[in-house]
């Protein structure tokens, strides 16, 4: 009888477990759409068409529509809910095994299919674990779409800083080649002009290059043919988090984490096998198995303080790069204003237009660091959230 209390009692806290899943799945599922929502920048409803160097418009392509191309095209993920099924179908056999197992009453005590039980709680274990499983795999792919889909703007902000470099290399070489001719210049560092000019030309080709790669990367993510160049409209746009209590924080996501849950199910398999155990092992097995469960209990404790101090640090380099923005911030202000004074001399003919154009990169290359560092910003606040999905 006691054992078959015991049993009860197990299965009791399995299926509320069973039920807390189906609940975290829910809820995992709005945060993403609620993470992504909010840091894109722009609606996934974008309809703006940009012209392509053919005059065509380029089809518009959100994160959202990246994000579940990617994940339809996954194998992982397919798998993962294909896995799922298979242990819902095992889960439900061994449930109605236990129905029909064969239970008497002798000498006051109820005596009942030990496999039968054990078989269930077993496939339980494993049917909500493929459940955690599967959204931890959709977590990743999507933080992969994430990264895959904004690495195009860093290449393309890549393509700009370089074309721009090869204009003031252009400049610099006529200059060059202009004061070589009225002999000012040794031809020596008018050669050092010329090569840096073509040697600007050839960074160009490399950058574009690696753009091509960075959107083929995506088209092989989402399953499409390579060579296909979408519009990206969901750049991300900085904006001020609030303030987050990371301790507390840290304590919401140790239920939610699909690591911790490992380790978790491992201690439950292990007081299974001692729960279960079969004494014609010998004695000897059963110490074993015991020791395991100190074992998982003791690998769950340090994972828990793992996750927590990776946390920690994953907060602060957020901090961090939030400082970082708001000097860059105040940077492209000091960078504006030498840019207009620029202009103003420019225009009274008190300096030469390789000077202007050196002041409008400084400001560009700011610009382009914000938007490279929101990015990372963007990517922080996701791992921040999910911290398993890297």
């Known amino acids: 009888m006691k054992q078959k209390a015991a049993a009860t009692l197990l299965v009791l806290s ?6 807390s899943i189906v609940q975290a799945d829910s809820a995992s599922g709005s945060t993403a759409s609620s993470t992504a929502s909010s840091t894109s920048g722009a609606s996934s409803t974008v309809t703006s068409k940009t012209a392509s160097t053919t005059g065509q418009a380029l089809p518009a392509l959100t994160l959202k529509q990246a994000a579940e191309w990617a994940q339809t095209n996954s194998y992982n993920t397919r798998t993962a809910e294909r896995d ?15 129905g029909e197992a064969y239970v008497d009453l002798i000498d006051g005590e109820y005596v009942g299919d030990e496999a039968s039980w054990r078989n269930y709680n077993s496939s339980t274990l494993s049917y909500l674990a493929s459940k955690k499983q599967a959204l931890y795999a959709k977590d990743q792919l999507y933080f992969n779409a994430m990264k895959t889909y904004q690495s195009v703007f860093v290449a393309e ?15 610099e070489e006529k200059i060059a080649l202009a004061k070589f001719a009225r ?6 560092a008018k050669n050092e002009s010329v090569q840096a000019r073509s040697q600007a030309q050839q960074t160009v080709e490399q950058s574009k290059t690696a753009l091509q790669k960075a959107r083929d990367a995506l088209n092989f993510l989402m399953g499409q043919p390579n060579g296909t160049v979408y519009e990206l409209v969901d750049r991300p746009i900085y904006k ?37 155990f079969d004494f014609n092992g010998g004695a000897g097995a059963y110490d074993l198995a015991k020791l395991d469960v100190d074992t998982a209990k003791e690998e769950l404790d340090k994972g828990q303080k793992d996750f927590a101090e990776s946390l920690r640090n994953l907060y602060a380099t957020f901090k961090d790069n939030q400082k970082k923005y708001v000097q860059l911030e105040e940077s492209l202000i000091t960078a504006k204003e030498g840019l207009e004074l620029s202009r103003k001399k420019w225009a009274r003919g008190l300096i030469i237009e390789l000077e202007l154009k050196n002041s409008q990169l ?21 791992t921040l959230n999910k911290p398993w999905s890297t």
Do not use: C
Not at 84 to 98: G, H, Q, T, Y
Not at 161 to 168: F, G, Q, Y
Not at 368 to 376: G, K, S, T
């Open 362 to 382: 400084k400001v560009d290359q700011i610009e382009r660091q914000m938007v490279e560092l929101a990015i990372e910003l963007n990517q922080n606040e996701y």
């Open 14 to 19: 399995l299926s509320a477990g069973l039920v």
């Open 183 to 188: 002999g000012k210049l040794s031809e020596y």
């Open 157 to 171: 902000n890549q393509v700009k800083n370089d074309l721009e470099a090869v204009e003031i290399a252009q400049a």
């Open 240 to 276: 001020e988090p609030k303030k987050l209590n990371i301790e507390v924080h840290i304590q919401q996501l140790m239920d939610m984490n699909p690591n911790l849950w490992k380790l978790e199910d491992n201690i439950k398999t292990s007081e299974l096998n001692v729960r279960y």
């Open 84 to 98: 799922v099924e298979r242990r819902r179908i095992e889960f439900k056999n061994a449930e109605k095994d236990l």
